[in-house]
């Protein structure tokens, strides 16, 4: 298919990493169509021209299914909407963990199983989920964005498997170390033995992140996987992103966590 043909649904285009990917694939032809929890409260300098907004609340599954009765073919799907958080895990509310699952996992699943029949009678498709590296080098006391990134990683390899033979194609992207405008929920409780680690570990965040690349290293990186006849199952992205997935891969288990520890400030 010529790339001015293509239509692209992306989820979570409001600002970040999504906002970045919508633009560039417009810019290279691409027709896209965006969802965002409140569409109408971006303002119009903000948004990105030439996009499809929808309103779409991704806890809300009738909200999932009126985007899908709406928007009719699609070519290529882009779970990227998510939440993610910091705080000890003994201290983490449930209702925050509820979320965070039902953002980055269960709404995924949700509307990529809506999305498939659509692919499977065209014989043709590319779902690409953004996942985190955090789905492989744990965070410390991001581990319930990590978990949900894990169950990602887990649900997006099933998927892959089961979709090959009716031509369509499933992929994460897995950033690392990117600089966005979307911060993650912090939490604590007042006195919290966590307190003074957590600090540091803030702080080391901190610092990291003003050097951080910019989220369009991402968009870029998901315009080159759209391009790709037979892409990979995982690509990783950001600044040493490769290089922490290369040592994961390849050392046991004991020395990776003592580089985690390291690399967050933990000894």
Do not use: W
Request: net charge positive; aromatic share 8%.
């Amino acid at each position: 298919m010529d790339d001015e043909k293509k239509r692209v649904l992306i989820t979570g285009v409001s600002r970040g990493i999504g906002k970045a990917i919508a633009r560039t694939l417009v810019e290279h032809g691409y027709e896209v169509y965006g969802t965002s929890r409140h569409p109408e409260n971006i303002p119009l300098e903000q948004r990105v021209a030439g996009v499809h907004y929808f309103t779409v609340d991704l806890a809300d599954y009738k909200s999932i299914d009126r985007l899908v009765d709406n928007i009719g073919t699609v070519d290529m799907l882009v779970n990227n909407a998510g939440e993610s958080q910091i705080g000890p895990l003994e201290e983490a509310p449930v209702s925050l963990v509820l979320s965070i699952f039902q953002t980055n996992l269960f709404a995924v699943m949700y509307l990529t199983n809506k999305i498939i029949p659509i692919m499977r009678e065209k014989k043709q498709g590319l779902i690409i989920n953004i996942s985190s590296l955090a789905d492989m080098f744990v965070v410390p006391f991001s581990a319930i964005y990590a978990a949900s990134k894990h169950g990602l990683r887990g649900y997006s390899k099933g998927l892959r498997h089961e979709l090959k033979g009716f031509g369509i194609h499933v992929s994460i992207l897995c950033p690392y170390g990117i600089r966005s405008e979307k911060l993650p929920q912090i939490y604590i409780n007042e006195g919290s033995v966590y307190r003074k680690v957590l600090d540091r570990v803030l702080l080391l965040r901190s610092r990291r992140n003003g050097r951080a690349p910019g989220v369009e290293v991402v968009a870029r990186k998901v315009l080159k996987i759209l391009k790709k006849k037979d892409p990979r199952f995982s690509y990783p992205v950001g600044g040493i992103a490769p290089l922490l997935a290369f040592l994961v891969k390849i050392f046991p288990q004991k020395p990776v966590e003592k580089i985690e520890r390291r690399v967050f400030g933990l000894d």
